[in-house]
Nanobody, 121 residues
């Protein structure tokens, strides 16, 4: 499956962004979807996950209540709505796909390219 992420940008603290990740190539509903992020000099870590039907979601503690992951299976797209952004959210954000729903998965089957999110204070 090919994944194309978009929606990153520069925003002030307290602002919002919505990331999108469009999938193509294989049956989108076969996959749980993930968002990861990687700040400079740090490892790439999971941020949020959603099961193939959207019934199960996962968030890391630092984004709970601020970020919402969702998917539109008719559009083969997964979203990450990010509200009340903080400078520490600054990172390259990556979407990923895997047939498993394993929220702390380290090596999903497929990666998209990153989209940069920069939050200024």
């Amino acid at each position: 499956v090919q994944l194309q992420a978009s929606g990153g940008g520069l925003v002030q603290a307290g602002g919002s962004l919505r990331l999108s990740c469009a999938a193509s190539g294989r049956t989108f509903t076969s996959y749980s979807m993930y968002w990861f992020r990687q700040a400079p000099g740090k490892e790439r870590d999971p941020v949020a996950a959603i099961s193939w039907r959207g019934r199960s979601t996962f968030y890391i503690d630092s984004v709970k209540g601020r970020f919402t992951i969702s998917r539109d299976n008719a559009k083969n797209t997964v979203y990450l709505q990010m509200n009340n952004l903080k400078p520490e959210d600054t990172a390259a954000y990556y979407c990923a796909a895997d047939t498993r729903f394993a929220p702390r998965i380290a090596t999903p089957d497929y990666w998209g390219q990153g989209t940069q999110v920069t939050v200024s204070s």
